[in-house]
């Protein structure tokens, strides 16, 4: 039976010790499966013996049993009654003491909490069990395959890993034209192209009064390619998709988002005008999300978890240079 174990995270020096080499009680180490390393042990009965009566002396005291006064009743009549209960709590001390020892002795990177297994336990016999470590994988990644974004500011979340293994799927997704349907549906692969034509913006005057004004924009065309509703282009423009069909021209008036279009700090774009143009339309077949898809995006990934785990490497690297680059701006501007 596999139990999880909680691995305490009391200081060192308020631990007790019972094992002085962890090499000592190590049978075997093995790599049963991928990001999992499982462990052998061998705890001699005198440990368990010495580490038994050191528990029973730490209750002794506060022990109450009958025909004694509290505290008073001999060591013997308290392993009697005790010893079953303190017999499992050192088990437990002990495995958890093998546990943070292997994990600093063999520099496990843990993913998860480690489970044991008890294969035997028996009073005055020594203490035999297994633990499964769960690791992180290890894999060796070129960060140039891959266009990865790079996130500046918070922790690097599950749904940024999500994003870009979204992205590795379109991009070895098979292209089709729609079956049955012209029009453009949310996840339809698009090409064509857009102008700005107009912006309308919001400003102070000379006299700090706010006024709006329209701006006539004089951009060239540009090619685009889009993943409706995930794509590159600004969300007014990905929704005034749906529904269209190749071949369309049209304009569409929106409000951009806040970090849409770069703008002057005491300026406010109320709205955007642009010109869209449908070339191509296609459906798109993405691969699915499959253990035996993983080495197909990345040859080194032989899991699913692995190519996760990757991806999150490449973020917090991509995130750590760009940090890295901001610190030596600073540096450099001083």
Same mark, same amino acid.
């Given at each position: 039976?596999?139990?999880?174990?909680?691995?305490?995270?009391?200081?060192?020096?308020?631990?007790?010790?019972?094992?002085?080499?962890?090499?000592?009680?190590?049978?075997?180490?093995?790599?049963?499966?991928?990001?999992?390393?499982?462990?052998?042990?061998?705890?001699?009965?005198?440990?368990?013996?010495?580490?038994?009566?050191?528990?029973?002396?730490?209750?002794?005291?506060?022990?109450?049993?009958?025909?004694?006064?509290?505290?008073?009743?001999?060591?013997?009549?308290?392993?009697?009654?005790?010893?079953?209960?303190?017999?499992?709590?050192?088990?437990?001390?002990?495995?958890?003491?093998?546990?943070?020892?292997?994990?600093?002795?063999?520099?496990?990177?843990?993913?998860?909490?480690?489970?044991?297994?008890?294969?035997?336990?028996?009073?005055?016999?020594?203490?035999?069990?297994?633990?499964?470590?769960?690791?992180?994988?290890?894999?060796?990644?070129?960060?140039?395959?891959?266009?990865?974004?790079?996130?500046?500011?918070?922790?690097?979340?599950?749904?940024?890993?999500?994003?870009?293994?979204?992205?590795?799927?379109?991009?070895?997704?098979?292209?089709?034209?729609?079956?049955?349907?012209?029009?453009?549906?949310?996840?339809?692969?698009?090409?064509?192209?857009?102008?700005?034509?107009?912006?309308?913006?919001?400003?102070?005057?000379?006299?700090?009064?706010?006024?709006?004004?329209?701006?006539?924009?004089?951009?060239?065309?540009?090619?685009?390619?889009?993943?409706?509703?995930?794509?590159?282009?600004?969300?007014?423009?990905?929704?005034?998709?749906?529904?269209?069909?190749?071949?369309?021209? +049209?304009?569409?008036?929106?409000?951009?988002?806040? #970090? =849409?279009? %770069?703008? &002057?700090?005491?300026?406010?774009? /109320?709205? !955007? @005008?642009?010109?869209?143009?449908?070339?191509?339309? +296609?459906?798109?077949?993405?691969?699915?999300?499959? #253990? =035996?898809? %993983?080495? &197909?995006?990345?040859?080194?990934? /032989?899991? !699913? @978890?692995?190519?996760?785990?990757?991806?999150?490497?490449?973020?917090?690297?991509?995130?750590?240079?760009?940090?890295?680059?901001?610190?030596?701006?600073?540096?450099?501007?001083?």
């Amino acid at each position: 039976m596999l139990l999880k174990v909680k691995v305490s995270k009391t200081k060192k020096e308020n631990i007790v010790s019972f094992i002085k080499d962890i090499d000592e009680v190590i049978l075997n180490v093995s790599d049963p499966e991928q990001c999992v390393k499982k462990v052998s042990y061998q705890i001699p009965s005198a440990v368990l013996e010495e580490a038994l009566d050191k528990a029973l002396r730490r209750i002794q005291p506060s022990v109450e049993i009958k025909g004694f006064r509290k505290g008073k009743a001999p060591l013997e009549i308290v392993r009697k009654n005790y010893g079953a209960k303190a017999h499992r709590e050192v088990i437990q001390e002990v495995v958890q003491e093998a546990v943070r020892k292997t994990i600093e002795k063999l520099n496990l990177d843990i993913l998860n909490r480690p489970e044991f297994n008890i294969v035997s336990a028996k009073e005055k016999e020594d203490l035999l069990f297994e633990v499964n470590y769960f690791v992180k994988p290890d894999i060796k990644v070129n960060y140039d395959l891959f266009e990865i974004p790079v996130k500046e500011e918070g922790e690097i979340t599950d749904k940024d890993v999500d994003d870009v293994i979204w992205s590795f799927r379109v991009a070895q997704a098979t292209k089709k034209k729609p079956a049955l349907r012209e029009d453009i549906r949310e996840g339809d692969y698009v090409k064509g192209k857009i102008r700005a034509e107009k912006a309308w913006i919001v400003s102070k005057n000379e006299g700090g009064k706010k006024e709006e004004k329209e701006l006539a924009l004089t951009n060239q065309w540009k090619e685009f390619e889009t993943v409706v509703g995930r794509g590159p282009l600004m969300k007014g423009i990905e929704n005034a998709l749906i529904g269209k069909k190749a071949g369309d021209k +049209f304009q569409v008036k929106f409000q951009p988002e806040k #970090d =849409d279009i %770069a703008h &002057k700090e005491d300026e406010e774009i /109320k709205q !955007l @005008l642009y010109s869209v143009e449908v070339e191509q339309v +296609f459906e798109l077949e993405l691969p699915e999300l499959t #253990d =035996d898809w %993983a080495p &197909k995006v990345m040859p080194t990934a /032989k899991s !699913l @978890l692995d190519l996760r785990m990757a991806v999150r490497d490449m973020l917090e690297a991509k995130k750590k240079e760009a940090e890295e680059d901001v610190l030596m701006s600073i540096i450099a501007n001083q």
